[in-house]
């Protein structure tokens, strides 16, 4: 198959000769096992750039012309992946999404950037449990099994570079992903030890433990939608913020994550910090999405909050999503009708929270395909609440999950089609049931609010 597509790739690109202005510069095609959508769709950053279906036999290709060199995405509902272009690359792909970035595998032209990201993708991911396991340790012995790790992602580096003849914006690309996820660890530590350890305080830390700081890019716009920097921008500006309130605010209380004083102080200091105007404005969208989706009260505190976000972002996108955030808010209040929500149901007919709810006690509840160990626990736990309060109508909301996906899922672990229904947008589910953990209910009676803003393990 591989060797199919390549040379189709090869056959469209040299029958360009000699007519190079009528040709693509990038080819980007490939196969999809079991596919949970019919399309596969380009971005750059968050802009659509153009989208192709897939053919009978589960292949697809993109012919692009005069792009900009750097970071894209492209996504095969509900998944996604990074993907690295640049003028002249011919990338096939295979992946199986039983196994999304597992098994997924670039080649041809420009391959070995894309390879890697994967590669570093991946062992971010296989390292969150063993960087867990070591914040118990003293800062010290934290930081040297930091560069343990960091090291041997720096070595796979140096083979890449010594093999291949790559960019600087490529080469810059793949430091970050080491980096960056290594600094992010580091911002991290302080409260993970303090958790792990049980200690009332803080680590003392010596200035050598953040020396790093010195050499940060915090306006890099070619990385401003990658996740290991974003990621660990979030917790930079989290860290500072936390720690500064702490020494400098004259009051004994701890600050606390979703306090209005402790989010002014994120947007302030991005404020005075990043200057890039597109990563300035999607930091403060996510402080702001942090900030309310962990607030559950309608309040004065909140439109302070809102008000001093609308001043400094730039983006009406961002505004107008943190009001109807807001909105979801005011609308959830005990006492409120639900709101006005439409959700998918077994025979892929549009129904709303209200009909779902109307004439009972209900308990919307959520679940996603990508976390099996959440949703094994969340269907046993419903199991049990539903012998204990047979006057209940339990009914679960999936979420971020292919409706393919969704309805192989029901079949195999048999769950009752009646109550179960596929929240196909995501982003719309979120901001009108202010969805920030997937342990959250939402108890409703003959449609109207009891408690949107409780769990299956608190309420009952």
């Known amino acids: 198959m591989i060797r199919f597509l390549l040379g189709l790739s090869l056959v469209s690109i040299l029958s360009c000769t000699g007519r190079s202005g009528d040709c693509p510069t990038v080819f980007f095609g490939g196969e999809i096992v079991n596919p949970t959508s019919d399309y596969v769709v380009l971005y750059r950053n968050d802009s659509y750039i153009d989208s192709v279906q897939l053919d009978d036999n589960n292949r697809f290709a ?49 391959s070995d950037i894309n390879n890697f990201l994967v590669e570093m993708f991946l062992a971010n991911e296989r390292d969150e449990h063993l960087v867990y396991s070591y914040y118990k340790l003293p800062p010290e012995d934290f930081a040297r099994k930091l560069d343990s790790i960091k090291n041997i992602k720096i070595n796979m580096l140096q083979d ?16 970050a992903s080491i980096h960056y996820t290594d600094f992010l660890h ?20 010596s200035d050598s433990f953040y020396d790093y700081r010195a050499t940060l890019d915090l306006n890099n716009r070619e990385l401003a939608y990658f996740r290991p920097y974003f990621d660990f921008l979030k917790y930079h500006f989290g860290n500072l913020s936390y720690m500064t309130c702490q020494v400098g605010c004259g009051t004994n209380e701890k600050p606390a994550m979703g306090r209005l004083h402790f989010n002014k102080h994120k947007l302030k200091l991005v404020d005075s910090l990043v200057k890039e105007q597109e990563l300035r404005d999607i930091l403060f969208r996510n402080i702001a999405m942090d900030y309310l989706l962990k607030e559950h009260n309608a309040s004065q505190e909140c439109q302070i909050f809102i008000d001093k976000f609308r001043k ?12 109807h955030l807001y ?3 005011q609308n959830l209040q005990p006492e409120k009708e639900l709101p ?8 892929n007919e549009r129904v709303s929270l209200k009909d779902i709810s109307k004439n009972k006690k209900t308990v919307f509840y959520f679940w996603t395909a990508s976390q099996k160990g959440h949703f094994k626990n969340i269907t046993k736990r419903v199991a049990k609440l539903q012998e204990e309060y047979p006057d209940h109508h339990f009914v679960g909301i999936n979420v971020k999950t292919s409706h393919t996906q969704w309805m192989n899922m029901l079949e195999e672990y048999n769950l009752d089609k009646s109550k179960q229904f596929h929240g196909d947008d995501f982003r719309e589910v979120q ?30």
């Open 186 to 205: 580091k911002e991290t530590y302080p409260f993970y030890h303090k958790k792990k350890t049980g200690n009332e305080v803080f680590e003392q830390l």
């Open 312 to 323: 400094l972002s730039s983006n009406e996108d961002h505004k107008a999503e943190i009001n």
């Open 340 to 347: 006005n929500l439409q959700i998918v149901n077994i025979d």
């Open 431 to 460: 901001t009108a049931l202010i969805l920030d953990d997937l342990y959250k209910c939402v108890i409703a009676e003959d449609t109207v609010v009891v408690d949107a803003f409780t769990n299956l393990y608190a309420a009952f």
């Open 160 to 175: 890449l570079t010594a093999d291949n003849t790559l960019s600087d914006k490529v080469v810059e690309m793949a430091e």
């Open 62 to 110: 993109f012919k692009l012309g005069g792009i900009e060199e750097g970071l894209y995405h492209f996504d095969h509902s509900p998944e996604q992946q990074y993907l690295y272009l640049q003028e002249g690359d011919s990338i096939l792909i295979r992946l199986n999404t039983m196994e999304f970035d597992e098994s997924l595998v670039f080649s041809g032209r420009g």
């Open 327 to 329: 909105e979801g808010i």
